[in-house]
């Protein structure tokens, strides 16, 4: 009896002790979320974002807000795959003090699997994202010209600069620029206001012209630009205006208007835009009293072609635009008293800039409102009135 | 994860208060026993029936006691039987209706004992909601299911096969008995998961016979079992099902999917040793039984991914003393278990969850063949105490019951007739929560649909009604019996008037 007793205690224990300690206790972690402010922004981590962690094996979820580290802390998180989502909304004068424009924007973050294995603590980074703050601007137009040594009139200069015042790259594929219908103020004694003015939610433009590309193929890093002129080429050359203000040989685009008789020469170092709709001379000429422009972007083929009011059978038509396809819009007119001529509609632009005169190698820019991490935010009130100044030389690139 | 000492300690205190309850009962029964009072072959088998005397086989599972008590004779079965009510467990069937057909025998040859048995059972389940698999209540808590309920069609087939060698040197009986299980089924409704199932169990046994009638047994279990598990969506009407995987009492994963499959692959090994005596007209039997069951769920055909293991760990013993004779005795027995299930995730890489499951039964029977009426009574007490926990770390998730359920019983057989002999019999019983506790800090959809739901079931007092009546009949001693019983167990509760019931019919013929 005592053997069988001892023979049993023994098979019991063995059985006891075949118990397999495969993993350990279960351990829960303690996780620190860090959300990010995209690195155009003023300050480096968000405050006040709501940050929601899912466990992808089951559903279930937790949120926390972060603290003014850009902190959000879950406890008591199990092991598993998680995905973590980032929320903040930014306010108007949010967006202003960490971007210099005042709009208010949602910003987004999302890892969609991180991994929490039972450490005591875990930190992610969490990188925000939204919408661009801004977008593309009109930054600087030179359309007033020089005059040549001999004082004869010379417009060949001109250029318009396109500027990205957002808080991300902006992709200029398919981008165009047009020209609107118009006189810029009273020229002559009988001149008009643009017929179309009380259309207020279409610009009717003269030319357009387009940047190539399949949507990824040229980029504009925040608080870059690129200058479009009307020819790129070193206008100092004493060949053609040495009283020129400009060298734009080193211009990003130039508008070549090939024609039969090669009434405007190409410069091979710039490349080209493309021409999508022409009704000018030899050259994209820009008023010289004050041209209007904006930027957009929409299909050509889903613009509707109107005839000008009043003009005879012959004259091209021009190019009705919607409002909501422009991008920005400037306006520059003869003089100050030229207001009732303004081609742009005040939900684009609400005012108008002038230069002193014609060929004056005066310039208008846009003014800059803030600068944030070396980056210029440029003022956007959408008035042209108010968000530029005129400069006495023309200023490509400038900054 | 638990120490493993700490669960020996658990049994041997639960066998050791066991042993103190036998101890003072001993002082009560005094009875004698002759195994060879019966006559017929129909008498061994009402002893049997009635437990009338010690059988050895059923509670040692020893495959040597098969010829103890037992005649050599043939038999064929057919059983219906129908469990319906509300009083369930979330994952069973809100009905069950299984046909069965057995058939068996034992036969000693030349000192060979031979023992077979076969059944096929066919199950039919109505709105199994929650349960991709074929037992969801099989202690072992992954599972699968979809979100959808429907109705079940299974088949089940099960084969014994026993033999019992010649006694060696006048002391020594071994035996080996084989028992395999097969069954498959499938819900007819989308994502139509599907189940087949494998079971082969080996079991040796010997004994070893003592002076003065004593005997020491030993016998074991291998087992192997494999349930494969599949299910997808074939006649998709464009209604997302998502597939839940059951990982604790309350964890789980869950994915939209249109296909998958799973394999359980589980191994038992157990051991029992037996100690019987006799004197007198006592005899007694001790036993003491250790099982250890090990699960791995793997998920995938051509790369098979381990989603989980599953540990379980049992100890139990018991006493039997039986005095008497099968027409005038006594008998006490106490039966303690305790089983312990462990979960290791493998998303958790830790052990998650985990179970307790408690059992002291006392049952005492006391029966009386009346020489001049040929009536047969027979008493019966049954008290259980229970106490189960199921524990989830994941969800912070706990529930405890302890239980006490009573039931008495009273059967009476007419042994006065020779061709015809009527039984009846009925138990009357209640289960009495004694302790309950439930508590979930991060509670989810599972914790709400399941495991609550389950800890409601076990913590409910209930009243139990047995009855079973039935009759046996044979045209001379050694003549074909023709037996007919019908019985019906229920529970009642007061929660919602729910009840659980079933309804039995059997015949079988003898030869």
């Given at each position: 009896m005592k053997k069988s007793f001892v023979l049993l205690i023994m098979i019991v224990s063995i059985f006891t002790s075949c118990r397999k300690n495969r993993f350990g206790v279960l351990v829960t972690s303690i996780v620190t979320i860090q959300a990010k402010y995209p690195t155009t922004y003023s300050q480096p981590l968000s405050s006040g974002a709501n940050i929601t962690l899912t466990n992808?094996?089951?559903?279930s979820f937790k949120t926390a807000t972060t603290n003014s580290d850009g902190n959000a802390i879950f406890s008591d998180v199990l092991p598993g795959s998680y995905t973590i989502t980032a929320n903040k909304n930014l306010s108007a004068a949010e967006a202003l003090a960490l971007t210099g424009i005042s709009s208010a924007v949602t910003l987004n973050g999302i890892q969609n699997t991180a991994t929490v294995i039972g450490s005591q603590n875990i930190t992610f980074q969490l990188q925000l994202q939204g919408s661009a703050v801004g977008g593309l601007v009109i930054k600087e137009v030179y359309y007033s010209g020089s005059r040549t040594p001999s004082g004869g009139t010379y417009f060949s200069d001109q250029f318009v600069e396109i500027y990205n015042n957002s808080t991300d790259t902006v992709f200029l594929d398919s981008l165009c620029i047009a020209d609107a219908f118009g006189n810029a103020g009273l020229i002559n004694a009988t001149s008009l206001p643009?017929?179309?003015?009380?259309?207020?939610s279409s610009v009717y433009v003269s030319s357009i012209w387009q940047i190539p590309g399949t949507g990824r193929d040229y980029p504009l890093a925040p608080g870059k630009s690129i200058v479009i002129a009307q020819d790129g080429v070193n206008h100092k050359d004493p060949t053609l205006n040495p009283s020129s203000p400009v060298d734009l040989s080193n211009a990003d685009w130039e508008t070549f208007n090939q024609r039969s008789d090669n009434r405007d020469a190409d410069a091979p170092a710039v490349p080209n835009l493309t021409r999508l709709y022409f009704t000018g001379g030899f050259d994209w000429l820009l008023p010289v009293f004050g041209p209007s422009i904006i930027i957009y972007k929409a299909n050509f083929a889903s613009l509707q072609q109107v005839a000008i009011p009043g003009a005879t059978p012959t004259t091209a038509p021009r190019i009705k635009v919607p409002n909501n396809v422009i991008i920005d819009a400037f306006e520059a007119l003869k003089d100050g008293s030229s207001g009732n001529f303004k081609r742009i509609p005040t939900a684009l632009d609400a005012g108008f800039i002038f230069v002193?005169?014609?060929?004056?190698?005066q310039s208008v820019r846009r003014k800059t409102a803030t600068t944030i991490n070396g980056r210029r935010v440029l003022q956007d009130s959408n008035n042209s009135s108010a968000d530029f100044e005129k400069i006495a030389l023309p200023t490509p690139k400038g900054f | 994860m638990m120490n493993p000492s700490i669960g020996l300690t658990v049994g041997t205190i639960k066998i050791e208060w066991g042993i103190k309850v036998l101890i003072g009962l001993l002082f009560i029964n005094i009875c004698t026993l002759d195994l060879n009072a019966q006559k017929t072959t129909l008498d061994s088998l009402q002893v049997l029936q009635d437990n009338r005397s010690l059988n050895l086989y059923t509670l040692t599972n020893n495959v040597v006691y098969t010829g103890v008590l037992r005649p050599s004779v043939g038999y064929a079965q057919a059983n219906t039987i129908n469990t319906f009510g509300t009083?369930?467990?979330?994952?069973?069937?809100s009905q069950i209706t299984a046909l069965s057909m057995a058939s068996g025998g034992y036969k000693k040859i030349n000192n060979w004992g031979y023992n077979g048995y076969f059944n096929y059972k066919k199950i039919f389940e109505k709105k199994v909601g929650w349960s991709g698999v074929y037992n969801a209540y099989d202690d072992n808590p992954i599972i699968w299911a979809d979100s959808s309920t429907g109705n079940w069609e299974k088949d089940a087939v099960m084969a014994l096969v026993g033999i019992t060698a010649p006694t060696i040197a006048k002391k020594i009986n071994t035996g080996l008995q084989i028992i395999y299980n097969i069954a498959s089924g499938a819900r007819l409704s989308e994502p139509k998961p599907f189940f087949r199932y494998r079971n082969i169990a080996i079991q040796p046994g010997i004994t070893y016979q003592l002076p003065n009638q004593q005997e020491i047994g030993f016998s074991g279990t291998i087992g192997f079992t494999k349930e494969e598990n599949e299910l997808g969506l074939f006649n998709n009407t464009g209604n997302n099902v998502l597939l839940y995987r059951f990982r604790g009492y309350g964890t789980f994963s869950k994915t939209p999917f249109v296909s998958g499959e799973r394999r359980r692959e589980q191994t038992d090994l157990g051991v029992n040793l037996q100690y019987k005596k006799s004197w007198k007209d006592y005899n007694l039997l001790f036993a003491l039984n250790a099982a250890q069951r090990d699960d791995e769920i793997l998920e995938g055909v051509s790369q098979p991914v381990t989603t989980g293991y599953y540990t379980g760990i049992e100890l139990g013993g018991l006493i039997s003393l039986y005095k008497g004779n099968s027409n005038i005795g006594k008998s006490i027995t106490i039966k303690a278990s305790s089983k312990n299930g462990y979960i290791d995730d493998m998303i958790f890489r830790a052990e998650s969850a985990s179970s307790v499951y408690q059992k002291i039964a006392l049952h005492i029977s006391k029966w009386h063949l009346n020489n001049v009426t040929n009536n047969l009574w027979q008493f019966t007490l049954s008290p259980v105490f229970t106490f189960i926990d199921n524990t989830d770390q994941a969800t912070l998730t706990q529930f405890t019951t302890s239980i006490l359920e009573t039931v008495g019983g009273i059967n009476y057989r007419n042994k006065s007739a020779k061709r015809v002999q009527l039984y009846a019999g009925i138990d009357v019983g209640y289960n009495f929560v004694v302790d309950d506790y439930f508590s979930s800090t991060k509670p989810n959809i599972i914790t709400t649909l399941l495991v609550q739901p389950n800890y409601f079931f076990h913590a409910t007092n209930n009243m139990v009604i047995n009855a079973k009546i039935g009759m046996d009949i044979s045209q001379s001693i050694k003549s074909v019996i023709h037996s007919i019983y019908l019985s019906t167990n229920n529970r009642f509760t007061t929660l919602k008037s729910s009840i659980r019931s079933n309804i039995q019919l059997t015949y079988s013929i003898v030869f």
């Open positions: 992808i094996t089951d559903g643009t017929p179309f003015n009380t259309d207020n002193d005169d014609t060929y004056n190698k | 009083f369930k467990q979330p994952m069973q069937a």
